[in-house]
């Protein structure tokens, strides 16, 4: 059973009951993140979501922690482009006692001065992590060439320089601006009574002014660029991302097949090719990042470093194949089959449920509905498909990354 529910203040519930389990996952989405922050704010998105942890008006650091494990529970969040998530995982029986607590450093964290001192070298050594991570190097060097600098093309953890800088006044002006209750999605799944979860959300969010939120669309500019950075390691890692859809197009689910006919599985033509082949890669794959204003189809790689750029012929002559529109109908319906069962494996995941009707409810304002969804994806044609191909492969603005041993772009 799905519900439904805004608050006076704005805010929104959405609880998927799912009573065949013995557990809930409960969620605070914020439609906020690094594409909405400024030069100045670049990082501070991340910044908030780690000092969310580091203790409240009402618990220190550890007595979040030690709480949350006392009654086995897990809690954790994320940031990404468009929106920053806390969520909590607990049985059944103790959710009233974890829901206090996520609701505890989502509401009460006081910000400590010495904490924000020390998470500061914490996200300082993230960032060095992330440099040390060819892979998620290259991605974030692709956005950047795809995107250029600012909104969808900034890196989340943000620069060094200005994770230094931050200030508690800081993050007092960026919450004020996000943080705000119709700026915010309750999501919960999994085995909790409805009334419960309302009750719950009443008691610690009620409280919340209503407060308008300002958050202007993305701006976006696709820069089609080609970038590299020199490092002294062994493989070659390559990103290339061409425009492609925008949330909620009319292709998106027809776009969503491609990507799988082109990169999204095993069975792909990018695994069979460059992997299975010819043998010049251990991974290798495609992916759609879909926002509200612009959308890319991405590839990655890592191949051997002295046959990188044979690698890169193959892959974009799996690209060219798919270009001219050479796609069976076996691979179409391989294709669909996988977009379907992606769906119906996501409902047997209380964690994969919160976000999912989380995020439907942030972006669209409505409801996520599954058998809609399901049937979108079966009346999605071969026609259709061929049709995605035309908006997701414009040379005029494919963007490239190379990460490795090389001395020039591709």
Do not use: W
């Not at 027809?254 to 090719?273: D, E, H, V, Y």
């Not at 194949?321 to 119906?344: A, H, M, P, T, Y």
């Amino acid at each position: 059973m799905v519900h439904f529910k805004t608050f006076e203040n704005g805010l929104k519930l959405t609880v998927n009951q799912m009573s065949g389990l013995m557990s809930v996952t409960m969620g605070i989405l914020v439609h906020t993140g690094a594409s909405n922050e400024s030069d100045a704010e670049d990082g501070i998105s991340h910044f908030i979501e780690h000092m969310m942890f580091k203790g409240t008006k009402n618990r220190t650091a550890f007595q979040i922690s030690d709480e949350m494990d006392r009654i086995g529970a897990q809690t954790n969040a994320f940031t990404s482009k468009d929106m920053t998530c806390y969520y909590a995982k607990s049985t059944t029986a103790h959710a009233e006692e974890a829901f206090d607590i996520l609701a505890d450093l989502f509401l009460n964290s006081t910000f400590p001065a010495e904490e924000m001192v020390k998470e500061k070298g914490v996200i300082i050594e993230e960032i060095s992590m992330n440099e040390d991570t060819p892979d998620d190097l290259c991605l974030d060097v692709l956005a950047n060439a795809y995107f250029g600098d600012r909104g969808y093309g900034r890196n989340i953890l943000g620069p060094r320089k200005n994770v230094q800088c931050f200030t508690r006044a800081d993050v007092d002006n960026y919450m004020q601006k996000y943080y705000v209750p119709e700026n915010i999605v309750i999501s919960m799944a999994g085995n909790i009574d409805i009334n419960l979860a309302e009750t719950m959300v009443e008691k610690y969010f009620a409280g919340m002014k209503k407060h308008c939120c300002k958050r202007n669309a993305v701006k976006v500019e696709l820069q089609g660029n080609s970038l590299f950075k020199k490092k002294d390691i062994e493989q070659v890692h390559v990103g290339i991302a061409y425009p492609s859809v925008k949330r909620y197009d009319k292709l998106y689910d027809a776009t969503q097949i491609l990507n799988a006919i082109l990169g999204g599985s095993m069975s792909s033509r990018l695994f069979q090719t460059v992997r299975e082949e010819l043998g010049l890669a251990y991974t290798v794959y495609s992916y759609v990042s879909i926002y509200a204003e612009a959308g890319a189809l991405s590839v990655y790689a890592g191949v051997n470093s002295e046959k990188y750029l044979q690698s890169v012929e193959a892959i974009y002559k799996c690209i060219s194949d798919i270009k001219n529109k050479s796609i069976s109908e076996e691979e179409f319906i391989r294709g669909k089959e996988q977009l379907v069962s992606s769906q119906i494996f996501a409902q047997e995941s209380s964690s994969s449920q919160m976000l999912l009707f989380g995020k439907e409810l942030l972006y669209s304002g409505k409801a996520y509905n599954f058998k809609e969804r399901v049937d979108r994806i079966n009346s999605v044609t071969l026609k259709d498909v061929k049709e995605a191909v035309d908006c997701n492969f414009d040379d005029n603005f494919m963007a490239l990354s190379l990460i490795g041993p090389v001395d020039k772009p591709l």
